[in-house]
């Protein structure tokens, strides 16, 4: 009897991969409610053994309970890793201590695997773009992409079986199933792990498109979350994603103390609507910060509401704020919702933050305490020059 489940993807690939299943939370942001996956691959030549990436600290009873399971020992003769981040190359140095492994990565990675991972420079060989292993019968390729995650990270192609390792590109935090036709809600749990790790490096994620766009690829495997047995539904979104493809879609986000501002919002997108356009409406009160950047990636403009508060922009707004900075969302157009009692500072903050986001400002509103209705023809006016503009672009 077995005691660990390691499905063989393909002759000679297995997936030894742990499910994390109580992880809650990812970088202190990011919601994970089902958990997630720390996907790894053993892959045995016919000369040699390799693995794709380990795993976190504190799984190694699972994780080196799987690779004894399938060779006996920990003797594997490679370790390729795609990415440095702890969550994948946590149990490196244990691996190193148990073999002659070959710790395989970027000029970056051993920069990191060093650091991070205390791994002597003498275990360490670098690859570069178009390197190869041959580990008999089954060939790696090396298509280095810094910051498909951090600056070190790689992808990895098994040449014969076409399968992409891919690092965190086209990863999810989901744990309903091993391939992406047996799990659920694929592409969702795939495009909010897209904002949270990859919108910031949209640019990078595009090259890396570009990288891979002539290969011939029959599945992808990611580092977190389902392999795909169907690699075009995902590439085919990652290509409107990493490419900033918006639909005619607004983010409402605000924050409200009075009402006065939420009336406000409410007119904006009830006006929105009305001109055909789809609307999403952040709480920031009642919604945890981490699930704003998923309603990012594909809204063409932002509306932030916020009272005045203390000189500004209600505290929550401006961590709002900041958090669109970090993740770099494709906006193109904004308008600012302001109620105040008697200062306009949150209005002005408010437009000094588009601007210096490079949001082109269609309108910014301040009121005092509940619009009047004279501030609700105002408001209903800017909802539909924002329409026109969210319509007319691209
Ligand atoms: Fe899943 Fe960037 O580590």
């Known amino acids: 009897m077995n005691k660990y489940a390691t499905p063989e993807i393909v002759p000679g690939v297995f997936a030894i991969g742990i499910t994390d299943w109580s992880r809650r939370i990812f970088d202190a942001i990011s919601p994970t409610p089902i958990g997630t996956t720390y996907n790894s691959y053993l892959i045995k030549g016919k000369d040699k053994i390799a693995l794709i990436d380990t795993n976190k600290k504190g799984f190694g009873e699972e994780y080196f309970g799987k690779i004894k399971q399938l060779l006996g020992n920990l003797k594997v003769d490679y370790i390729v890793m795609n990415h440095a981040e702890p969550d994948h190359a946590g149990l490196i140095p244990k691996l190193l201590s148990e073999s002659n492994a070959r710790l395989i990565c970027t000029k970056r990675g051993k920069e990191l695997a060093q650091v991070l991972h205390h791994v002597a420079e003498d275990r360490i060989d670098i690859v570069k773009e178009g390197d190869g292993l041959n580990l008999g019968g089954k060939t790696l390729q090396f298509i280095p992409q810094p910051f498909i ?80 047995r169907d ?80 000189g500004g922009m209600h505290p929550l707004a401006i961590h709002a704020a900041n958090t669109m900075k970090l993740f770099k969302p494709p906006f193109k157009y904004g308008v600012i919702l302001n109620s105040y009692g008697w200062a306009k500072h949150g209005l002005n903050q408010g437009i000094s933050f588009l601007e210096e986001m490079k949001i082109e400002v269609i309108d910014g509103i301040g009121i005092i305490g ?4 004279e501030d609700i023809a105002r408001i209903q006016d800017a909802a539909r020059q924002l329409a026109g503009k969210v319509k007319s672009g691209t």
């Open 149 to 228: 995650h951090w600056p070190e990270t790689m992808m990895t192609y098994l040449v014969e079986d076409k399968i992409l390792f891919s690092c965190d590109f086209f990863g999810s935090h989901n744990t309903t199933g091993l391939f992406d036709d047996q799990a659920e809600d694929v592409i969702t749990w795939a495009k909010k792990y897209y904002a949270e790790i990859m919108m910031p490096f949209a640019k990078m994620g595009r090259m890396a498109m570009d990288k891979i766009k002539d290969l011939e690829i029959s599945m992808i495997a990611p580092s977190h979350g389902p392999t795909y």
């Open 370 to 373: 509940s619009p009047s209705d």
């Open 231 to 310: 690699p075009k539904s995902i590439m085919d979104e990652y290509a409107r994603w990493t490419g900033e493809i918006t639909k005619e879609k607004v983010l409402i986000i605000y924050v409200t103390m009075y009402h006065s501002v939420e009336k406000m919002v409410h007119l904006f997108a009830e006006q929105l609507k009305d001109e055909g356009i789809e609307v999403f409406l952040f709480d920031l009160v009642n919604s945890p910060l981490g699930e704003l950047p998923y309603h990012m990636v594909d809204s063409r403009a932002v509306v932030l509401g916020t009272p005045t508060v203390l």
